[in-house]
């Protein structure tokens, strides 16, 4: 149980458009989802928090209205990369806690976007 | 939550015991330790987390100091699928849920 899924697993897009990723928590209910990004060689980084229902909290130094993130529901969270540039290639994961054990957060597999 | 610190690479051949090793001085009375990896272009896994206790499930072990100021992660039979990046967090417990804080980890390598 506990399986986090991420859509699409790697893209490639042009410069100036806009990219989304869905995260979804396929047999348990996220009140809370994370996403988070991880440049080459290096370690995760947090960029925001998304609590089903209401606006996201964001980190510091990410700008949220490049980073839209969408949680309609208890299962999805999306994030939109708007108008990406090269420097936004990364690995982009998210997580989700369960309402029940807040203990754990499982992660899904990541998506690799490639801007050119 | 406080800080860890991490050697960053360790080898440990197949079959044996792997013992990834993490300080975290500062830490304080109601921070766990939490352990975590990443295999290569994957998401991370969680695999264990303690307070004070010692703790064992199916992928590992976690041994706490007595002062809780440094522990070691033990996967008691290393295989080749365990060659990955090993991340030791300290955080509260809280009621709801917050990111985590990953530092650099510990690439451990398991040589055939």
């Known amino acids: 149980g506990a399986v986090v899924s991420q859509h699409p697993s790697w893209v490639i897009c042009k410069s100036g458009t806009s990219v989304k990723i869905e995260c979804r928590s396929l047999d348990f209910q996220a009140t809370t989802m994370f996403w988070y990004r991880q440049f080459p060689k290096q370690s995760l980084m947090l960029m925001a928090t998304s609590n089903e229902g209401s606006k996201a909290t964001y980190e510091q130094g990410v700008e949220k209205d490049k980073f839209l993130i969408n949680h309609a529901s208890l299962t999805l969270s999306t994030l939109t990369v708007t108008s990406a540039h090269p420097e936004d290639s990364s690995f982009y994961i998210c997580?989700?806690?369960?309402?029940?054990?807040?203990?754990?957060?499982?992660f899904g597999p990541g998506t690799r976007l490639t801007v050119l | 939550d406080a800080k860890t610190t991490q050697p960053p690479s360790m080898d440990c051949a197949e079959g044996r015991a792997a013992n990834l090793p993490c300080n975290h001085s500062?830490?304080?009375?109601?921070?766990?330790v939490y352990w975590y990896r990443q295999i290569h272009s994957q998401g991370p896994q969680y695999i264990i987390h303690g307070l004070k206790n010692n703790e064992t499930n199916e992928m590992a072990s976690l041994i706490i100091t007595e002062d809780r100021k440094s522990s070691t992660l033990i996967l008691p039979h290393a295989t080749l699928r365990d060659t990955a990046v090993y991340y030791c967090i300290v955080r509260v417990l809280r009621g709801g849920a917050d990111g985590l804080t990953f530092g650099k980890g510990t690439h451990l390598i398991i040589q055939p």
């Open positions: 997580s989700a806690s369960r309402q029940i054990n807040y203990n754990e957060q499982f």
């Open positions: 500062t830490i304080s009375g109601n921070e766990y």
